[in-house]
């Protein structure tokens, strides 16, 4: 039986039409993407979003991967634009030469509106080789900040070690990324196992703690400590492991009057006002969440937050 592909579709002018290979907006995701692309001899083009007027449903650096057939992933709108981008980045690949397309306000593609009123500006890069793609994703494995400077007139794409916010840098423009989120969930209860579920289920990279000790290494600035215990005694020797690093969060289970006693404990163990302040205690965005799922919910959403926050001070991504 012959076996006709459903993602291109062909025309007597052999245009293609570009579909969706899987629903991402995570880089690492459709950077690796591009490098697989790329390393199987496929040809690759990166969209980028590199200026935005008006409103704009993704921030300055959202990347799409678009393959010479036309598959592609990522986002750099809500939606609107993605197959026309898709469309853009195809033809590209095809003239061998870089380009910038305009959509919303100001754009001659009237009939591409963006529901916010305003315009993105994207930037759509013939990438010729995986190595800078590569060097990305091998930081971000180990953990380490990494980023992309794109140069348009030289039609270029080079690794760097990022030093700014994403968006232009004179002549060339800065993408940074972050490693992945990680949670470090400490408390065998079913409050941990409903928390660490949840966790994985929004994307988060998860350690499960066993209730004795923890590795420091472990322990980066972007990673959270959940110590859902229920026992004060039981969470000192991982709260001064959290307390030794630099985790974006550290939370903790308990009522006021719990924590109260937990910060004199560590008081009483050489810790100062200002590192006890780093525990949000009690955890959570809402009050009294007494049910297991109740308490996932508000827990992630607290980590969600100071990782957003990290975001808009410079110290996250």
């Given amino acids: 039986m012959l076996n006709l592909s459903p993602v291109i579709e062909q025309t007597e002018d052999r ?18 993407f591009a490098a697989v692309a790329i390393s199987a001899g496929v040809a690759v083009a990166l969209v980028t979003l590199v200026d935005i007027r008006g409103g704009g449903a993704r921030a300055p650096g959202a990347h799409m991967a678009v393959r010479e057939d036309g598959l592609y992933c990522g986002f750099v709108s809500g939606g609107c634009v993605e197959a026309a981008a898709a469309y853009e980045a195809v033809q590209a690949i095809s003239a061998g030469k ?39 994703l091998a930081a971000l494995d180990r953990r380490r900040p990494a980023g992309l400077r794109y140069h348009p007139q030289s039609q270029s794409l080079q690794s760097i070690l990022p030093e700014r916010e994403p968006g232009w ?7 940074s990324y972050r490693p992945c989120a990680r949670v470090v969930i400490y ?13 994985q289920a929004a994307g988060y990279e998860v350690q499960i703690g066993d209730g004795v000790s923890l590795s420091s290494p472990s322990i980066d600035s972007d990673t959270a400590v959940i110590l859902l215990y229920h026992d004060l005694h039981r969470e000192l020797p991982v709260l001064q492991a959290a307390l030794s690093a630099t985790p974006f969060y550290i939370g903790a289970l308990g009522s006021r009057r719990t924590h109260l ?8 163990l ?3 006002e200002r590192d006890i302040a780093r525990i949000k205690a009690p955890i959570g965005i809402f009050p009294k969440a007494r ?6 919910l508000s827990v992630l959403a607290d980590v969600a937050a100071a990782r957003l926050s990290g975001m808009d001070k410079g110290k996250a991504c």
């Fill in 291 to 296: 049910d297991a799922h109740s308490l996932a």
């Fill in 261 to 268: 006693e937990r910060a004199q404990r560590l008081k009483e």
């Fill in 98 to 136: 870089d380009r910038t397309v305009v959509y919303g306000k100001g754009s001659p593609w009237f009939d591409i509106v963006l529901p916010c009123g305003g315009s993105i500006t994207l930037s759509i890069h013939n990438v010729r080789s995986a190595v800078p793609l590569l060097a990305v």
């Fill in 169 to 175: 840098n004179g002549e060339f423009f800065d993408t």
């Fill in 15 to 32: 245009l293609l039409t570009p579909e969706q290979a899987f629903l991402t907006d995570n880089s690492i995701d459709i950077l690796r």
């Fill in 187 to 199: 408390g065998r209860s079913i409050e941990a196992e409903m928390t660490a579920r949840l966790a």
């Fill in 270 to 272: 050489g810790w100062q």
